[in-house]
């Protein structure tokens, strides 16, 4: 009697006990080359951008440009919600990992021809500004400087995308809002600056920008890597490793170079001289001497006239002028309060940062326009003396030419 033979077929996943299910969802990448090819092609088609990528793009960049003129940080936020999955920031690291240069290339121009749409549209909004003369940039300058807290959600955004859009495309939109905002919104910054003629935010925009997509960049081959993706061949090694130290060297050399631009191609700033109140001298009064004239012997004596006294000048008091005390309302400045400093520039140095109701006293006759902005001389309470946005004021006693 012989057996007939029957074909194996591969077990459905749906039907696996669980505890299988389990152990076959640890193996990212299996064994056999054509399936791991395959997995590679479906993850190199998650990362592929599309125009839905560059049409959310352009609205993700048009609704923070508003945020940032506006100082409104709930439109900023809304514009990296709106923003496309940036997947092709994970298509740079995949080309990394997997030594595929063409990948590489392609990933990474498209992650740049986006970056262009993006600076073309903060350099339009940033055209309009004569139309606001009020602004005050102050979430545009702090949006265009490097810090831990910037570097720990870009971390967070980067490792959780490349992590995520490996199993499913729909589970990486949520981090990938972190990775949105740290990009876009330095680069719509430099683009408000450029079309603005700001010259402490373009640079430093677009130099904070490159510094975060090469760290995106690095910690996202890093997660795929981990996750078990390796390249196909030893010169995908290679590659993955010049790339790291490419990387690497950016990293470097750009914050040394953001340096660079800030100290020596930054225009200086015009710092207001304070001309000097006139003060009165009090001269004291001519005192009166009496001149006695010899007499010749006469039988009848000449009475002499002596001369009367001069009534001392006396000095008219001025007026002092009234104290003009202000009260601080920067309610839309993200809950930061007001920053007092050192010129009148938002590049200066920060000597003191005060809490909304604050009241101060403006000592400054008229303001100074000066990056479109208007700046007045104030004291505040503890006696520190600087510059202030004159929009984040409400004035009590309104000063003459406020």
Sequence with gaps: MSIQKTEQEPDDPEQLPPAR??????????????EQSKNLGVLA?????????????????????????????????????VAPLMAPV???SLGTVTGSVRFFLRSLISTLIAGGLVFLIGFLAGTSINIFPSLSFE???????????????????????????????????????????????????????????????????????????????????????????????????????????????????LGGFGTAIESRIALPTLIPTIT?????????????????????PTKTTTPTISPSKTPTPTNTPSPSPTPVYAIIDASNSGGEGARIRSESSFNAETLAILRNG?????????????????????????????????????VATPAPNW
């Design 139 to 253: 979430q545009a300058t702090y949006h265009t400087q490097l810090t831990w807290y910037g570097f720990l959600v870009l971390a967070f955004g980067s490792i959780l995308t490349a992590a995520t859009l490996v199993n499913s495309e729909k589970n990486a939109a949520l981090p990938s809002v972190a990775l949105a905002y740290q990009l876009i919104v330095p680069l719509t910054t430099a683009g408000i600056g450029f079309g603005g003629k700001i010259n402490h935010l373009w640079p430093d925009g677009l130099v904070v920008f490159l510094i975060y997509l090469a760290w995106a960049a690095l910690l996202g081959a890093l997660t795929l890597a981990i996750k078990g993706l390796r390249p196909l061949t030893l010169f995908g090694y290679t590659l993955g490793g010049v790339f790291s130290l490419i990387g690497i060297t950016l990293i470097v050399g």
């Design 45 to 81: 088609h998650r990362t592929s951008p599309s125009f839905d990528f560059f049409l959310f793009t352009i609205f993700s960049a048009a609704i923070i440009s508003a945020g940032l003129l506006f100082n409104a940080p709930a439109l900023i936020v809304l514009g990296a919600i």
């Design 358 to 394: 604050t009241m101060i006293q403006i000592l400054s006759d008229t303001p100074v326009e000066q990056e479109h902005a208007s700046w007045v001389y104030v004291i505040a309470p503890d006696g520190t003396e600087g510059w202030m946005v004159q929009a984040l004021l409400v």
């Design 90 to 92: 994970v298509g740079i």
């Design 21 to 34: 299910r389990r152990r076959s969802k640890r193996l990212l990448l299996p064994k056999d080359v054509d």
């Design 276 to 296: 000097p109140s006139p003060t009165f001298t009090i001269t004291p009064p001519p005192t009166n001497t009496q001149t006695f004239t010899p007499i010749p």
